[in-house]
């Protein structure tokens, strides 16, 4: 399967949940199997955050723009996911390997796609919702652009100023004539 026919694969509503994971377990699930392992070399652990990184790829696909980054995106939230996984449990990096990998597949499948399980994936999405603005996952640590109206400050500030500023140069100007007649008028009697 090409990363473009997977890309729509798992961006389809259409296409059911176990279906989806089991392409993209089938097309990538070695090579982030694998770089779970080295990250934590705890075959239990890597099962976990194997398993989170297909929750948080579907429900995060949409992140992806050309399907040619859809491999280095996918490892990406696997690293993130494994530093987020060390972060939460306090481990520390790997110094070896685990010696047995199999099952890894059906592992993987039976705990990522269980009905019992719909409140686990809402989790996962959510708590993975964190990327940078090109769409790759930003990893723990890494600072948050800020968000809201404060990066409008200084823009609002220099208006705010400017304002000031004409407000200032109004109020001199019309100072200046405000006591003097203007001409072509009539003065009245009274003020003469």
């Not at 890894?104 to 964190?130: C, F, I, M, Q, W």
């Not at 007649?181 to 003020?191: D, E, K, L, M, Y």
Request: hydrophobic content about 40%.
């Amino acid at each position: 399967m090409t990363d473009r026919d997977l890309l729509l694969t798992l961006s389809s509503s259409r296409i059911p949940p176990h279906e989806a994971y089991t392409e993209l377990l089938d097309t990538y699930g070695d090579e982030l199997y694998r770089c779970c392992i080295l990250e934590l070399a705890d075959r239990d652990a890597a099962h976990v955050v194997l398993r989170d990184v297909l929750i948080a790829a579907r429900a995060h696909i949409d992140k992806v723009r050309d399907p040619d980054d859809l491999g280095d995106w996918l490892r990406a939230m696997a690293e993130a996911e494994c530093a987020r996984h060390r972060a939460a449990t306090g481990e520390a990096l790997p110094a070896g390997l685990p010696e047995c990998t199999g099952m890894v597949r059906r592992r993987v499948l039976n705990a990522a796609t269980g009905p019992e399980l719909d409140g686990y994936r809402a989790h996962v999405a959510a708590r993975t919702d964190d990327f940078r603005r090109d769409g790759f996952p930003r990893r723990p640590g890494e600072p948050a652009p800020l968000r809201g109206l404060f990066p409008l400050l200084p823009v609002g500030l220099a208006l705010l100023g400017a304002l000031l500023l004409l407000t200032l140069a109004g109020v001199v100007l019309s100072n200046d004539t405000a006591f003097g007649p203007v001409p072509g008028t009539v003065t009245p009697q009274s003020q003469r």
